[in-house]
């Protein structure tokens, strides 16, 4: 087995065999190349044993890149456009959210644009065949259904679907097509002013997405907004820049950019966009990264809006694209990007990846996601707002206007038995499989729903049999403790399976404490006490 050490050493002579073109022609390079290529030569002719010589490469590839920082990154070229689809917002098959339920193939719900929507295909349906081929009942995996369904645009497959209340199996010519992968969740009314939008990533669609959410909310009488970024680990830095762009009038600094062979690089802000008056919340936690920063780090340096929940990933590092000749990639750190006040928000990875990745970890430990005050800023790392000199930090993260503990007194060990064994995503289904017509006369909407529907003692009693049944024994301590959580998140799945992912948040939210401590501040005086610039930009 190869050994590979000094990796770092050879990173340039990498770049400068694959990438002659952009490379100096330094002498030492040059050096480091040859080096490279002599010893893959030899190894390649006089090994003892025979060799993979593009395994060695990919190998020496990844190692070198492990040296530099956290997110600089290799991708095969079999995993690069199974990795690019969620940025680039679409892939070809036949458009449905499907789950393997009693080893069928399950609707959950048709992609709203796609095909299988577009020829009356519903929630609920199960597919019984794939091309005249029995699939129900043989084992099939989550694999073995995408490699049916999704193919080549304009591509025919023929499923046989089993309907409630039909006899005989509906045949479907399914036309496969771009299916849409959307960024921006179904956005709803909080109340008769406050309108709520999650964004799950930023993609190449993602602000036409939010802009249509937005306008929808505001046609329902929406005056101030709720923009959720929890969990957002970021995506392109395009999109964070015309996203921050809609909150602010023109010529205000978003975010810049610079690296060593970079130069600085601002980005301002335009006359256009959709929402530079009202009032703005925006949701952030330990899971928000890198553009979600960007965006959060513009609106909080403008004293645009005010910014709930817990300190953000601290993603601060600019990732470019560049191709290798197999058709695989790198992704290689070029430039940090700043705040409009000026901050670095990179957390510190001079201890190694393994140090990098465990520090939400440590966070939990040192009581920082329970206590803000157990969070220690030097004063080296101080800025000041542009609009009102708040001061705020850099360094390692965005730290919220206002902190939001985590709330661990409604989990038990039981409650996340039943998380991990997916017993809530697989009796929402069993449910619903009986229920659905009889739910979808009863509620019209999901906000009908939100507001109606409760989860009965009867149906929670189901609920826990079910459990029992996949092997999670009731713990009638733990089950007192979490039964406002259990039911909520039980409610949330149903909903979903009845309308969409919106529909799972607007449930999960009315139980959610940074989402209501959003809502008091949208309705009290926090926004003026704090001279926040949402009447005028």
């Known amino acids: 087995m190869i050994q590979y050490k000094n990796v770092v050493a050879v990173s340039a002579l990498l770049f400068n065999s694959l990438f002659p073109s952009i490379s100096s022609a330094q002498s030492t390079n040059q ?23 593009m395994k060695m490469v990919d190998d020496a590839i990844v190692r070198l890149l492990a040296d530099l920082d956290p997110h600089s990154v290799y991708i095969p070229k079999k995993d690069k456009e199974k990795m690019n689809e969620p940025l680039q917002g679409k892939f070809e098959g036949v458009g449905i ?3 393997i339920f009693l080893d069928t193939i399950l609707v959950v719900s048709p992609i709203s644009g796609g095909p299988s929507e577009k020829l009356g295909i519903l929630s609920g349906d199960k597919i019984v065949t794939i091309e005249n081929d029995t699939v129900a009942g043989t084992g099939i995996n989550n694999s073995d259904v995408v490699k049916y369904l999704r193919g080549k645009k304009g591509t025919i497959v023929n499923v046989g679907i089993k309907r409630s209340g039909e006899t005989e199996l509906l045949s479907f010519d399914i036309k496969r097509d771009k299916i849409p992968i959307y960024s921006v969740e179904e956005g709803y009314l909080v109340n008769e002013k406050i309108g709520y939008v999650k964004v799950t990533r930023f993609a190449r669609n993602t602000v036409a997405e939010f802009n249509a959410q937005l306008s929808a909310l505001q046609k329902e009488g929406m005056e101030d907004l709720i923009l959720d970024l929890r969990g957002n680990g970021g995506g392109y830095l395009s999109t964070a820049i015309s996203l921050a762009d809609q909150f602010l009038n023109d010529n205000k600094l978003l975010v810049y950019t610079q690296g060593r062979s970079m130069q600085k690089d601002e980005a301002l802000s335009s006359r256009g966009g959709s929402f530079r008056k009202g009032k703005l919340v925006i949701l952030i936690d330990e899971g928000s990264a890198s553009a979600s920063e960007i965006v959060s780090g513009a609106i909080q340096d403008w004293d645009r809006g005010l910014i709930v929940g817990r300190r953000s990933f601290g993603k601060g590092l600019v990732q470019k694209p560049f191709p290798l000749p197999d058709g695989s990639e790198f992704r290689l750190t070029i430039s940090r990007y700043y705040t409009p006040s000026g901050r670095c928000i990179q957390k510190p990875y001079d201890k190694g990846k393994k140090a990098y990745r465990n520090d939400i970890n440590e966070r939990f430990k040192s009581g920082e ?40 007194s409604t989990r038990s060990d039981y409650y996340m038995n039943l998380l991990r064994k997916g017993v809530f995503n697989t009796f929402s289904l069993s449910y619903l499989d009986k229920n659905r017509n009889k739910l979808s006369r009863t509620y019209n909407d999901k906000y009908e729903f939100a507001k109606n529907f409760v989860v009965s003692d009867e149906l ?49 939210n009315s139980e959610d404490d940074a989402f209501k401590k959003a809502v008091d501040i949208l309705s009290d005086d926090t926004f003026d006490k704090l001279k926040v610039n949402y009447k005028t930009q």
């Open 369 to 408: 996601l329970t206590n803000p005050d157990s969070i220690q800023m030097p004063d080296s790392l101080k800025f000041s707002t542009k609009i009102n000199g708040r001061t705020v930090y850099g360094g390692g993260g965005i730290m919220p206007d206002v902190f939001v503990p985590i709330d661990t």
């Open 97 to 99: 959210q499907f789950n």
């Open 460 to 508: 929670l009693a189901d609920f826990i049999k079910y459990g029992e049944k996949k092997k999670v024994e009731k713990v009638e301590e733990d089950l007192e403790k979490s039964k406002v959580e259990i039911t909520n998140l039980l409610k949330a799945y149903l909903a979903r399976g009845l309308f969409n992912a919106g529909s799972y948040f607007q449930t999960l």
């Open 31 to 53: 050096e480091a190349s040859q080096k490279f290529n002599q010893l893959l030569n030899v190894v390649s002719a006089v090994y003892v044993d025979s060799v993979d010589e």
